[in-house]
């Protein structure tokens, strides 16, 4: 029987990703959408892992399951590090992707290439009884394209060029996306944690 991991989000993208990136089914994730009971956690912590650490503990305690929260920031350096912990909500009540790429792209009108170097962050924080909350990082970088390219992927995928390559993140297999992305390294690096605890139980 599966061992069951609840994801502290309603984002069926960021669901999607989390599953294949757990690969071989015998962790089994579930998402808030299947408690309903379980209102909006505000994230009001200032930063990706006071947020990871907030959903992960508030879910793991209304639910009693093994919880997964995570935080991630798109992080532009001549913005000084924004969007940042606002990545998801950038352009203000009612953000979606689309508005929240316009806005960025608009920021960054007529700045050259070489200065709009950029960083995904993912922090995750992981919840279970009986320990203290595993809190691990992933970062990729890039820079933002003018421009964006490519359908897949969601978010600020379509402006976000990882170093060393040529396509988009919305440009990419999911796999390939993966091996590189921000939110890939997170979980390879919360796998060993992961792995240790299902083991035990």
């Known amino acids: 029987m599966p061992k069951q991991l609840l994801l502290a989000t309603h984002n069926k993208h960021k669901a999607r990703e989390f599953s294949l990136l757990l690969g071989d089914?015998?962790?089994q994730?579930?998402?808030l959408?299947?408690?309903p009971s379980i209102g909006v956690i505000e994230e009001n912590e200032p930063d990706l892992a006071g947020n990871a650490r907030l959903k992960a503990t508030?879910?793991?305690r209304q639910t009693g399951i093994p919880a997964l929260g995570d935080d991630t920031g798109l992080e532009v350096y001549y913005l000084n590090g924004a969007p940042g912990v606002y990545s998801s909500r950038?352009?203000?009540e009612g953000a979606t992707y689309a508005r929240n790429v316009a806005k960025l792209l608009d920021a960054l009108r007529g700045v050259p290439q070489r200065r709009r170097a950029a960083r995904f962050r993912c922090v995750l924080a992981f919840v279970a009884p009986g320990g203290p909350p595993r809190v691990v990082e992933g970062v990729c970088r890039g820079t933002i394209i003018e421009e964006p390219r490519g359908t897949f992927g969601f978010g600020?995928?379509?402006?976000?060029?990882?170093?060393?390559?040529?396509q988009t993140f919305a440009e990419m297999s999911a796999d390939l996306k993966g091996k590189i992305s921000h939110r890939g390294r997170a979980v390879a690096a919360m796998l060993p944690v992961l792995n240790e605890?299902?083991?035990?139980?």
């Open 25 to 27: 089914g015998e962790i």
């Open 90 to 92: 950038y352009s203000g």
């Open 156 to 166: 600020y995928d379509p402006i976000f060029l990882p170093e060393g390559e040529s």
């Open 197 to 201: 605890y299902f083991n035990r139980h």
């Open 58 to 60: 508030e879910v793991h």
């Open 33 to 35: 959408d299947e408690f």
């Open 29 to 31: 994730v579930v998402t």
